[in-house]
């Protein structure tokens, strides 16, 4: 498995978003620690299509149209924080059967699981350097 490594600001996030397109998985884990940037990542992701977005905090999956700009027309944003439950779970994978892209925020307690089942997924390790920059890596699985 390689992984690519980029140090970037906020405002540098398209870089990573366009190497993100470019790879086979459409699945992607988020992993950080609370207010490392995971929702920030897939709101810079989604506005490149001009979507909004807001964070699923309070709702554990969120649906962002991104129209005819690409294939996949959605964007689907989940949240795993304190919903780990094997209903949440068996409602992610029932979703990820869906055309689009996927972002599972706190999703490593489901990769095991996706592994097992056959998901083709990206694993974004988001790492706070500085105050306003971020290390990510992010390696297919």
């Not at 056959?118 to 390790?125: D, L, N, V, Y």
Request: aromatic residues 14%.
């Amino acid at each position: 498995m390689e992984s690519k490594e980029f140090c970037l600001k906020e405002g540098e996030l398209k870089v990573l978003c366009e190497h993100m397109l470019d790879l086979d998985s459409k699945i992607f884990l988020l992993v950080g620690e609370v207010g490392s940037g995971k929702s920030t990542l897939v709101q810079a992701f989604a506005s490149c299509f001009s979507a909004r977005t807001c964070s699923p905090s309070f709702s554990f999956i969120n649906e962002y149209d991104i129209g005819q700009a690409v294939k996949k027309s959605k964007i689907y944003h989940y949240d795993f924080y304190f919903k780990d439950t094997p209903m949440h779970a068996l409602e992610a994978f029932e979703c990820l059967q869906n055309e689009g892209f996927h972002f599972l925020e706190w999703g490593e307690v489901l990769e095991t699981n996706l592994t097992e089942l056959g998901f083709k997924f990206a694993k974004i390790k988001i790492i706070e350097k500085e105050e306003h920059s971020r290390i990510y890596t992010i390696e297919e699985v």
